[in-house]
């Protein structure tokens, strides 16, 4: 295995690890009711931009031999639409997570899953292919159950239906990211970082949501720096080493590394179909994380005895 394979393995293995600790963390300051939600969701994304000027600034010492292309004026629309998309849906999803589990809405993040590759679909004519149809409808169905709160009677989360708000906002992102994808990352993450930010700030006060210990403000940001910031640039970089399906489907075990931080955080007791959920969860994940076929046919000639 080449040097630089294993250097992207191992960066998008961290960047899974540091997104990990989003939501059982953010739950954890969420419970202490110190901090707003939608504050919350603002200042994840300020770290986010905070680590991306560090990162900027390193670079600019460093001088490393590839250049990144500028963004362009016909970007930044693209740019702007990302971070009103990243405000809803970081917004709703802190709502959300004030009222369920943070193994719930962990799981339920994967719903961006089927967003993303709709939206691919319907808007922008791409190919899906069987395998990843497959996924998709067990993640859809894997959400359904994750989404109830009495699957007898067919009730639903208000919690969980605002957490998955934020995937349907994120897969119409991923979708825009496409456009810029080939520009500055760290500028780009700068930006939405700040807008994204200052729009959940305003929102947040419009909500008269308040900061009443110092404490979180600063564990917030430090949460946002490593799970947003380090994250997205540890899998920009594994991206460009081992390309977009390999960093894809190490990053996947984000989700499952946050429902166990969660279980031994908070020692939950999930009701039996959130173990179905999770099960389905895994099998949908592992599906839509390669294009290879589901089975491989046999080729070769069989042997005659």
């Known amino acids: 295995m080449k040097k630089s394979v294993q250097v992207g393995i191992v960066f998008a293995i961290i960047a899974a690890i540091c997104s990990s600790i989003n939501t059982p963390i953010s739950k954890l300051l969420l419970n202490s009711n110190t901090i707003g939600p939608v504050f919350s969701g603002g200042l994840l994304y300020i770290g986010a931009a905070l680590c991306a000027s560090v990162f ?120 825009f990211m496409k456009r810029i994808s080939d520009k500055d990352p760290i500028v780009s993450i700068f930006i939405e970082g700040i807008v994204t ?51 894809s489907a190490f990053f996947s075990l984000a989700p499952f590394m946050a429902v166990l931080i969660s279980f031994a955080i908070f020692r939950e007791s999930p009701p039996w179909w959130y173990y179905i959920a999770l099960a389905m969860m895994i099998i949908g994940v592992w599906l839509s994380s390669s294009d290879k076929k589901i089975f491989r046919k046999n080729t070769k000639k069989e042997a005659k005895i």
């Open 56 to 175: 900027f600034v390193f670079r600019k010492i460093f001088k490393p031999k590839v250049k990144e292309k500028p963004l362009e004026r016909s970007d930044f629309p693209f740019v702007f639409a990302i971070a009103s998309l990243n405000a809803v849906g970081i917004a709703c999803s802190m709502l959300g997570l004030k009222l369920i589990s943070a193994s719930n809405a962990a799981l339920l993040s994967n719903f961006e899953i089927v967003i993303t590759s709709l939206v691919a679909l319907i808007i922008f004519k791409q190919k899906i292919s069987p395998r990843l149809w497959v996924g998709i409808f067990v993640v859809f169905f894997a959400c359904i159950l994750l989404s109830s709160d009495d699957i007898v009677n067919f009730k639903f989360s208000t919690g969980a239906l605002l957490v998955l708000v934020a995937p349907v906002c994120w897969g119409f992102a991923n979708n």
């Open 197 to 247: 930010g200052l729009l959940c700030l305003m929102i947040g006060t419009s909500l008269n949501e308040q900061i009443t210990e110092l404490y979180s403000f600063f564990a917030v940001l430090g949460v946002g720096v490593v799970s947003y910031g380090i994250s997205l640039c540890f899998y920009i970089y594994a991206q460009r080493s081992i390309g977009a399906p390999r960093t």
